[in-house]
């Protein structure tokens, strides 16, 4: 792995800028997580890292003299997109890490300086944090795939092919958007609306798919591949990935070739990545296999891997309801998987997605698919939730929900903890349902 | 539709290019692709016209003043992709075609130095035209999804949806590379692979895909759709594409969620954009449909596009192995099919696409699928002339073919005629198939 832990997952650090250093904070000095924002009304985004209910302004701390040797990333740094800082590789990403942990640590003697390049998250504007090149979609998590399954093919849930490598599909580059874009219902075909010859119409069972997402640092060229204990040195970073969903649109229209308008609707994306530095603590054995299944293919497998291959995530998704929030009612949670479940690792999918000789560039996104636990309720789908929409929820409000409504607000949200490391999180990937296009 | 015949397109015109008269020319001066190329050992890409046998530069044409009335197209002319003359919309496009027309018509007067802006095209490399955001691959042959349909499930060979709405799923936009890089021999897993337990294999089901593809000129945003009747206003113009496909990778892979590795380690495209202005004349009816077929939904039809939505194209592929090469043979025709004969036309597929909402980019490529003729001879991929792997093709030669070997070279063409008008060409996608990856 191409992570060590160093001093900076140092659990007492504590940083000058206080709000990082209360119990619960998603981003102490431990995590630092890179994003885009504006503020002020400007539209072009610039670089920032995430501290406490501030962002460090990365631009202005390098104008300003404070962070010293890093002028090889000055471009980078200065840049509207986290693409070219990603493109530097791996020690150019450890060297940002420590010289912003040295700018924000209380040890630091020129806070007033620093101070003076912080921004109020509540004032700044988050943008997409890169830009994707290519988009791919895996399908990794076996309790998704059998409880889904069980829906339409119920003597086969699981297919042949999940065992052995990591399913996964192009999707749509275009339509990924940052947190807190709004999703406007799409139409579609549906079964229905083609037998009535309706033609488009309205998606009646919209649904979220709570998934974890990783940005490519350095690419690889066409025709080459990427090994299982290199791929990592291709990872930047981690983000939470909303793959909306039309499950109405996605049943009619995915045969023979798989999911197309059922999901280039708007995939949205958390604003801050969290780097595999900072995720260095919270890494896990690579999932196990019971003798009954087929042995992991050569090539999908090595000592390193098997031993340090997962990442440990405690995830969630939320709802709120306009009848909730008219009534003061709190987001209630509706499940909570953890992405250790998930049957291949972020490491095996891109080795798996090279493996032909197809080239990732750097700012392409990989995303789990649906992270669903063992228990039907940790499910990261409704459609799961909802065993196939035929068991709608009851929620606190008094109301039900089989797919999502207008107005209905989701959020994801994913924390990292280990006994002896200070919890890291990912902030929010948060959406509102709006009503039909017109 | 946008685009109207004018005299650009009379048959009687001549170049002072005198070979672009030639009976047999496929780039006469009623055609003028787009293309983006390099000389003289340049890295850098610059915009072109091919006329002949030769490439208008059009950087040097416009900065040596010949293209008057043009300087509002300075910058994209200046690139080196047609992205931003794509962004620009059909009336710049049809500007920058007549202003072309006449700098290379026999009548100009100014040929001395209109002359100094040519390039052999023997002399040229050539780059992939446009940098492209997402690429949609369709499935639009009735008879393609026939005879592979019957394949795997003879009961219903077509599914149910085809009739309903253009089938097609994102592709990856990465490995899409100009006609003439060669197609290294992809690795993966396939059934076979997976039951020995050897992981990783090279592929010897590789196979063509013989398409058509179209650039997108003006995108949308997200969130809003392109009507049948605005979608050819936001086409700019048309290329041969080769879709190669691994068939035993796609078999093991593709269930549930469509092809992914067995496609993305390549995806080949012709250099020269066919614009819309250059196809006016070519544009035949819409596929009609039978009395036992679904009506066309409220949506993908109008009386314009009924009348002229389609597009004839006469289209080839060619085959020359490492012994016809080493034997002075020529390459031998595979198949002739036609693309008006595809289901649903390309205005059709961009309407389909963004029914949802998605947003399509400028340089955005929606490729048709194979393009396959009623007859079997006449398919665009081996495992249709095949049958499904079952009956090798005799070759000139002597030799058999059933899928692709290392050496072979495949060609695709097509050519646009109609009486009373002058032909026009797309040129060639061309590619070696390579051993396999080491």
């Known amino acids: 792995m191409s992570t060590k832990i160093d001093h900076t997952h140092d659990p007492r650090a504590q940083s000058w800028v206080s709000s990082a250093n209360e119990p619960g904070a998603e981003f102490p000095i431990q995590n630092l997580p890179l994003g885009v924002f504006s503020s002020g009304g400007e539209s072009a985004g610039r670089i920032g890292a995430a501290i406490g209910d501030q962002i460090l302004d990365l631009t202005a701390a390098l104008d300003g003299g404070l962070l010293p040797g890093l002028e090889s990333q000055a471009a980078a740094l200065h840049?509207?997109?986290?693409?070219?800082?990603m493109s530097h590789g791996a020690s150019a990403r450890l060297a940002l890490r420590r010289a912003i942990f040295e700018l924000l640590h209380v040890s630091n003697a020129n806070v007033v300086s620093a101070a003076r390049c912080l921004v109020p998250m509540s004032s700044a504007r988050m943008h997409l944090p890169a830009r994707v090149g290519d988009f791919t979609d895996f399908f990794t998590s076996i309790h998704h795939a059998r409880r889904t399954g069980e829906l339409s093919r119920p003597d086969v849930p699981v297919a042949p092919n999940f065992r052995n490598m990591p399913i996964g599909y192009h999707g749509r580059a275009s339509s990924v958007v940052v947190s807190g874009?709004?999703?406007?219902?799409?139409r579609g075909q549906t079964g229905a609306s083609a037998a009535a010859g309706q033609g488009y119409v309205p998606s009646q069972w919209l649904d979220f798919e709570l998934e974890v997402g990783c940005f490519v640092g350095l690419g690889n060229s066409l025709g080459t591949t990427i090994s299982i204990d290199d791929a990592e040195s291709h990872m930047f970073g981690l983000c939470l990935v909303n793959d909306w969903s039309a499950r109405d649109i996605q049943i009619w229209e995915s045969y023979p070739l798989g999911p197309f308008l059922a999901k280039s609707f708007m995939t949205s994306v958390s604003p801050w990545v969290v780097t595999l530095d900072a995720l260095a603590p919270f890494r896990v054995a690579a999932p196990t296999r019971g003798e009954d299944e087929p042995a992991l293919p050569e090539g999908l497998t090595s000592p390193t891997h098997a031993a340090h291959g997962g990442i440990s995530i405690a995830l969630q998704v939320l709802l709120q309801t306009q009848a909730m929030r008219e009534n003061g009612m709190e987001p209630v949670v509706l499940s909570q998987p953890r992405f250790e479940d998930q049957y291949w690792t972020l490491t095996q999918m891109l080795?798996?997605?090279t493996s032909n000789g197809c080239n990732l560039r750097t700012?392409?996104?990989l995303s789990s698919g649906t992270v669903s636990g063992p228990e039907r309720e940790n499910s990261g789908c409704l459609v799961e939730?909802?065993?196939?929409?035929k068991e709608p929820m009851r929620l606190p409000s008094g109301e039900?929900?089989?797919?999502?409504?207008?107005?209905d607000i989701i959020w994801l949200r994913g924390v990292c903890h280990r006994d002896g490391y200070r919890p890291i999180g990912f902030g929010e990937c948060k959406a509102q349902i709006l009503e039909e296009m017109k």
Chains 1, 2 share one sequence.
């Open 385 to 389: 939730l909802n065993a196939g929409g």
């Open 400 to 407: 039900t929900r089989l797919f999502l409504e207008d107005g």
């Open 79 to 85: 840049s509207d997109s986290l693409n070219l800082l």
């Open 363 to 365: 700012g392409d996104l």
């Open 351 to 353: 080795t798996h997605q």
């Open 181 to 186: 874009t709004p999703c406007v219902r799409p």
